[in-house]
């Protein structure tokens, strides 16, 4: 497999915009945040099993006053205030998340780190082509991506952990600031622009 590069003529109003560090920082929280999964859970009292009878009479034993073996200062007994089972994603607003977006592609523009490839073609679906490739255009961490569904390439890179295929369709600020380079394909290139010239 080669990889041809080319020079296009990048839009200035999606690959030149001002770094707006603020939003790129909330996305990426953003992103992380909807990502986590929320399952963490403790039991209260109340769903501690055990401890529906009093432990002792209220007076005449010269202990402290008790009502459940399953209180949160027993041995055994629940969790003051624990975490339970929670939803943790937001959305920022549409035009946060777009500006973000650019922000992301003109810093990888103003670093030099965009590299534009006519296609990517494999023969088949082997990790050590995608490297060889990648070694020729001397790029050991991208993110790539392409125009079309293409099964070879993601699974190519699937083992890869210095290496993602996204489709353009999913490009996000957090994986264009996760890795070095972003390549991109004509075909990409060209949805890209559609989707982000608005």
């Known amino acids: 497999m080669e990889i041809r590069v080319i020079q296009p003529r990048l839009n200035e109003a999606i690959f030149g915009v001002k ?3 603020h939003l790129l920082h909330q996305t990426v929280v953003m992103q992380l945040a909807n990502r986590r999964a929320g399952s963490a859970s403790t039991k209260s009292k109340g769903f501690v099993s055990g401890g529906g ?11 402290a006053r008790s009502g459940s073996i399953r209180s949160p200062i027993w041995v055994g007994g629940g969790t003051i205030f624990g975490p339970t089972p ?9 035009t946060a998340r777009r500006e973000a977006l650019l922000s992301a592609l003109s ?24 490297v060889k490739a990648l070694a020729e255009i001397k790029v050991t961490s991208a993110l790539i991506v392409i125009g079309e569904p293409d099964v070879k390439i993601e699974r190519s890179a699937r083992n890869l952990p210095k290496v993602k295929v996204l489709r353009a369709e999913g490009l996000n600020v957090y994986d264009l600031l996760r890795y070095d380079h972003l390549i991109l394909t004509e075909g990409a290139l060209k949805r890209l622009e559609e989707r982000l010239a608005a």
């Open 53 to 63: 009878k009093k432990p002792w009479r209220q007076k005449g034993t010269g202990r």
């Open 86 to 94: 929670r939803d943790y994603s937001y959305r920022l607003p549409r």
């Open 107 to 130: 810093v990888k523009n103003r670093d030099g780190k965009i590299i534009v490839v006519d296609k990517l073609e494999l023969e088949e679906a082997k990790t050590k082509i995608l």
């Open 19 to 21: 770094t707006r560090a």
